[in-house]
């Protein structure tokens, strides 16, 4: 069965560059969450998005910014990065009937040097 | 203050052996619902189980079932039979808020992390 897909898996950047990570959600599914999880550290609730429309917001920072796509995938683009910013950033996807399961993708592995 | 609490950092238990892992939670909310995440070495979360706060029967997945009491707002997971693969970090999770909510959020506990030894 098709999985989350978040890309790309691995990200080196330096201070002050910019970042974009990719999520494309299971078929079917309308709602996308956005996490950030530093390291040893419990995952953060950072953005969401259904039926494309920004429906919740966490402790994203005024950095960052995400959107959801006509065909459901979502962008988090991630400006003048900080070593702060080092962390995995998982994108979840939930389905349109309202399963109460959030399907995780693998992860971005982000670094910032 | 925790929304999600579990105390034990580590855990560790023999292959074929039960384990249960702890979490409290603290909602004022009447309706919400409780998972378990299993995160390996590798870095995924894995889905392994989920209990809506309505839910008469406690949730059972094959080898895992959540422990469920609800004036006491805990919710464990209990494994039987651990295996070795079943080393791995566990975050339980809340979703505040009814069913079927279009974008209700998870709030994550800090985890434990299990080792299952031979």
């Known amino acids: 069965a098709a999985g989350v897909i978040q890309s790309p898996r691995h990200l080196i950047k330096e201070k002050r560059e910019t970042a974009t990570l990719k999520c494309y959600p299971i078929?079917?599914?309308?709602?996308v969450y956005w996490y950030q999880q530093g390291p040893g550290q419990d995952p953060q609730f950072l953005i969401s998005f259904y039926e494309k429309m920004q429906s919740d917001k966490g402790s994203i920072p005024d950095r960052f910014s995400a959107q959801q796509f006509s065909d459901y995938h979502s962008e988090l683009n991630m400006s003048s990065l900080e070593l702060g910013d080092s962390a995995l950033y998982f994108c979840?996807?939930?389905?349109?009937?309202?399963?109460?399961?959030?399907?995780f993708g693998s992860g971005t592995q982000l670094s910032v040097l | 203050a925790q929304k999600i609490t579990q105390t034990q950092p580590g855990m560790f238990v023999q292959e074929k052996e039960a384990v249960t892992l702890d979490c409290t939670y603290d909602t004022s909310d009447q309706s919400y619902g409780l998972f378990w995440y299993k995160q390996p070495s590798s870095g995924e979360m894995i889905f392994l189980i989920y209990q809506g706060s309505y839910d008469e029967q406690n949730a059972t997945e094959g080898r895992y079932s959540l422990n469920f009491q609800k004036a006491r707002k805990s919710a464990n997971l209990v494994i039987s039979a651990s295996q070795l693969g079943d080393s791995a970090m566990y975050f339980c999770a809340m979703r505040e808020g009814p069913e079927g909510s279009g974008y209700s959020t998870l709030t994550f506990g800090k985890g434990t992390m299990l080792l299952v030894s031979p």
């Open positions: 078929p079917r599914h309308d709602t």
């Open positions: 979840a996807s939930r389905s349109r009937d309202r399963s109460e399961k959030l399907f």
